[in-house]
């Protein structure tokens, strides 16, 4: 710039980023007219160096504290700090960055201060340049600094970034004591402490005092800027992630706020939801109790069916009494299954008081998945998960368009097998209501129906079976019955107890024409279909789990035609007895859900057989769970589940991602059994 002529203010750190300063190119802001730094930009911002940019090339024959730079805009590594004072104070000085701004000396404004390190790095050198070229310079070692940042109250951090901030923000100004011979600079400090006060000296008009306080660290700014063309994408990339981060902290500190807002709500719900199904339970308990006692002839299930159609069956009396109750399934739900599947819809139903039809038919969008929840349908439902998964397949099969079933002795038949199941911890309706599902994933979704050309016959069979399978089941295995002689060992001579058990008392459900879903059948189909159950049920008894997965896999290995109705019967046993322990294939969170329910069954019958001083049934003893019941499951899943999945996957190939599924939930257990 000519001298006089009209210059921008200016205030930058040679770290800050190029925005956060004025000027750029050559140097905008203005120096001495002999130290021309190049030409004015015209911009009000302050400057911003890049990081590290701190030396140039200097004029032949002048003195400067920076190596000359081996090529133009190369930049040199400077020497590390080793003050050998305060270690705080060496890490301060290490990172500080020169430091410049305009000041006003007086009437004059066109002056500038800066702050750099001293030559030998070991303390900061203050400048000032007037518009007459005057310059004033003052180095202060770490001595010198520590008394003043004592004297303020300061640690080494805050003195640095007061420095910082009052160069950045041009609040630096000058005190005109004796302008031929001293000045001093005040940079403000926070808390209204008094100023930091640095006094500097006249050095003269030298241009190499210019040269090495203002224009090398700015040059090598300017080299470093044409070197890095990709620089403001960087910094415009880390903008962008600072207000992201910005905002994320911001949003977690909102969501906290709301939790901690919503979770007493959450748990006032929950109570008042658990006190009402107390409430109900109470109800129900009463009205069993009541309808006895108007009918003191009658017993178990027959006040259910008051037809007649059902002998009641005395169970293990170790088992708690189960008295089927109403089912009241969802009619709106029922409606819009039927209308989506090709159903009966001319009688449309009436107004739902609630949307909890909604939610189950949400739940029901996932019937062809392997995720699906049936815990989530089974709160929706009130408890109806068997009945509302049953029905859906029903007409998913088109069961009851082709054998022309009646939609009342349908809803009879489904209601009579959901109140049959008893509120046991693991073999309830909702366990049949899972195996029903997986059953159906492995026939339609995984490919079976194809594989053996399956009829309408065998899916009905396969429907029914997998959701009668464990009817009745008094939540003691057959061993128990076995070893306490009760009456239903005796009546099946000790062989596959519960499940014929299971088959006859469904069976003797059906003699009632108002739940026989099978009268419309003809006599060849309903046998048909009846054989097929009788076979798909007996086979979920783990006593027969060798004979029949054996015959499976020597079946694999010859002829792939599965067209003989003995193959077809034996691939549906191995779909009914993979659905019946897929729960350790299933995502981890039903699994584990799976898993604390089955430990809780299996250590009801270890305590009565404690009290009966049995020797209590492996893996039943609850007093041995934290290391019997991992390692059980780890056997469990080693012998039986994944010899038998892989199998199925052999088979079906579409089901071969279910082995690593069954692999990570044990391990889960090996990772418990290692803690």
């Not at 004033?136 to 970034?161: I, Q």
């Not at 302008?179 to 001093?184: D, E, I, K, S």
């Not at 109800?283 to 009918?295: E, F, G, H």
């Not at 017993?299 to 059902?310: R, T």
């Amino acid at each position: 710039h000519k001298r006089g002529s009209p210059q921008p203010k200016m205030g930058c750190s040679a770290s800050a980023k190029p925005d956060q300063g004025g000027g750029g190119g050559g140097g905008g802001g203005q120096a001495p007219a002999k130290a021309k730094p190049g030409a004015n930009s015209g911009s009000d911002k302050p400057y911003a160096a890049k990081p590290g940019a701190k030396q140039s090339a200097a004029k032949p024959g002048a003195k400067s504290s920076a190596k000359p730079a081996a090529k133009p805009g190369a930049s040199a590594k400077p020497a590390a700090a080793d003050s050998g004072g305060d270690p705080e104070y060496t890490k301060q000085l290490g990172a500080f960055e020169p430091l410049f701004c305009n000041i006003t000396v007086g009437k004059d404004t066109n002056c500038y201060a800066c702050c750099v390190k001293t030559k030998d790095e070991k303390g900061l050198e203050f400048g000032c340049v007037l518009a007459s070229q005057d310059t004033f310079t003052a180095a202060f070692p770490e001595a010198d600094l520590n008394g003043r940042r004592e004297k303020a109250g300061l640690t080494w951090a805050k003195l640095f970034d007061t420095l910082k901030k009052s160069f950045l923000s041009r609040k630096v100004t000058c005190k005109d004591s004796n302008p031929a011979n001293t000045l001093t600079l005040l940079a403000p400090v926070d808390g209204g402490k008094p100023p930091l006060s640095l006094q500097l000296k006249s050095a003269g008009r030298e241009g190499i005092n210019v040269h090495r306080l203002f224009l090398e660290p700015l040059c090598g700014y300017v080299l470093k800027k044409r070197q890095s063309k990709d620089d403001e994408k960087v910094q415009k990339i880390e903008a962008d992630i600072a207000v992201k981060l910005g905002a994320c902290v911001e949003h977690q500190q909102k969501l906290a706020q709301l939790t901690t807002e919503v979770t007493p709500l959450l748990n006032a719900t929950k109570s008042a939801q658990e006190d009402a199904r107390g409430a109900k339970d109470q109800c129900d308990t009463i009205s069993k109790r009541i309808a006895k006692l108007k009918n003191p002839t009658k017993g178990g299930d027959d006040l259910l069916y008051p037809e007649g159609a059902y002998r009641y069956v005395l169970h293990t009396h170790y088992a708690k009494e189960h008295v089927p109750g109403p089912v009241d399934p969802n009619v709106n739900a029922m409606f819009l299954v039927k209308k989506k599947y090709g159903g009966d819809t001319s009688t449309a139903p009436p107004d739902a008081p609630n949307n909890t039809h909604q939610d189950i038919l949400t739940d029901l969008e996932k019937i062809d998945e392997w995720d699906y929840d049936v815990f989530a349908l089974q709160n929706h439902t009130n408890g109806g998960s068997l009945f509302m998964t049953t029905y859906c397949l029903f007409y998913k099969y088109g069961l009851v368009q082709h054998f022309k079933i009646d939609e009342k002795v349908l809803i009879n038949f489904l209601t009579a097998v959901q109140s049959g199941y008893h509120p046991n911890p693991y073999h309830n309706s909702t366990h049949a209501a899972d195996v029903l599902q997986i059953t159906h994933y492995i026939i339609q979704p995984g490919g079976m129906s194809d594989a053996i050309s399956m009829t309408k016959e065998d899916q009905l069979a396969a429907i029914m079976s997998a959701a009668i399978h464990d009817y009745d089941h008094p939540g003691f295995n057959n061993n128990f019955h076995c070893r306490t002689q009760a009456y239903l060992a005796t009546l099946y001579n000790d062989r596959s107890v519960l499940e014929n058990h299971h088959l006859a008392q469904v069976f003797e459900i059906m003699k009632n024409p108002n739940y026989n879903v099978l009268q419309s059948l003809t006599e060849e189909s309903r046998k048909d279909v009846r054989d097929t159950m009788i076979e798909m049920v007996l086979s979920t008894d783990m006593g027969n789990h060798a004979k029949i997965f054996q015959a499976f896999r020597k079946r694999l290995n010859e002829a792939p035609e599965w067209a003989k109705k003995e193959d077809q019967r034996l691939a549906l046993s191995i779909a009914i007895k993979m659905a019946d322990i897929s729960n350790c294939g299933r995502p981890q969170h039903l699994y584990l859900e799976w898993a604390k329910k089955i430990a809780e069954e299996f250590y009801n019958q270890g305590d009565v057989e404690n009290k009966l001083q049995y020797t209590i049934s492996p893996f039943m003893d609850r007093r041995r769970d934290k290391t019997d019941f991992p390692k059980g499951q780890i056997s469990f899943m080693n012998y039986i589940v994944i010899p038998l999945f892989e199998a199925g996957a052999q088979f079906l190939s579409k089901l071969e991602f279910t082995v690593g599924k069954i692999q990570n939930n044990k391990e889960y257990w090996q990772h418990k059994q290692d803690e």
